[in-house]
């Protein structure tokens, strides 16, 4: 069955270190978005990625969160100066469509410890 | 803003007792409402969804039930077995000009033999 993989799955910094966690997506989908879930509270949305550019973003993806479609298969997010507070783990999705009513398929996720 | 409220946040059954899981939405555009199932060190799974044309639907020991005038939403879960312990999350699609889907604050069931 396709799957979301991301890597790493786990990824320690430094406090205004840049990461980068990276996603392949299934192979057919269209539609690319980023979460996080911080320790014991809901999963978040991020970002929503279509055709190269983002077609939504949350209040949490300010200017320190970039995403970028590489090639044709990866999915990145950037964050350029991590704080504390981007601890959490961040998980990957994607879909056949675009809005709320498709179904999304989750990645295992990058747990993010900024030290 | 757009919120999702879940009870319970921890739910214990003996193997074999049902379980429910209830959400509330309070965007009342919301159409779309899957429900997801996350397993330690794994990302969330989804188990089920249902659309808001659809008053209930269900996938052999799972069943969901929606009442838009009511804007909320139930899990329920048949036959409980220790496999099905896991954290539970509803979530909600707001309409068709936004990508993003609002989750609950998620349910840990376990299932005693």
């Known amino acids: 069955e396709p799957e979301v993989t991301q890597t790493p799955s786990h990824q320690v910094t430094q406090m205004g270190q840049e990461v980068i966690l990276r996603c392949v997506p299934i192979?057919?989908?269209?539609?690319f978005y980023w979460y996080r879930q911080i320790l014991g509270q809901k999963v978040e949305f991020l970002v929503s990625?279509?055709?190269?550019?983002?077609?939504?973003k949350s209040e949490i993806f300010d200017d320190q969160f970039s995403v970028e479609r590489p090639d044709g298969s990866n999915f990145t997010l950037k964050i350029r100066s991590t704080k504390l507070e981007d601890s959490a783990m961040y998980f990957c999705?994607?879909?056949?469509?675009?809005?709320?009513?498709?179904?999304?398929?989750f990645g295992s996720g990058t747990q993010l410890s900024v030290l | 803003g757009e919120n999702v409220e879940q009870h319970p946040s921890t739910l214990s059954v003996q193997e074999g007792d049902s379980a429910v899981i209830k959400c509330t939405y309070s965007?009342?555009?919301?159409?779309?409402f899957p429900w997801y199932k996350q397993e330690l060190g794994k990302g969330p799974q989804l188990i089920i969804d249902?659309?808001?044309?659809?008053g209930e639907k269900k996938d052999q020991r799972i069943a969901v039930t929606l009442n838009k005038t009511a804007k909320h939403f139930s899990l329920h879960i048949t036959e409980t077995q220790p496999e099905d312990s896991a954290v539970y999350f509803c979530?909600?699609?707001?309409?068709?000009?936004?990508?993003?889907?609002?989750f609950g604050t998620g349910t840990r069931l376990q299932v005693f033999p």
């Open positions: 999705a994607s879909s056949e469509g675009r809005g709320g009513g498709e179904k999304l398929f």
């Open positions: 192979s057919n989908h269209l539609y």
């Open positions: 990625f279509y055709n190269n550019e983002i077609s939504e």
């Open positions: 965007d009342s555009a919301s159409n779309y």
């Open positions: 249902i659309r808001s044309n659809v």
């Open positions: 979530a909600a699609g707001p309409s068709y000009n936004t990508d993003k889907l609002i």
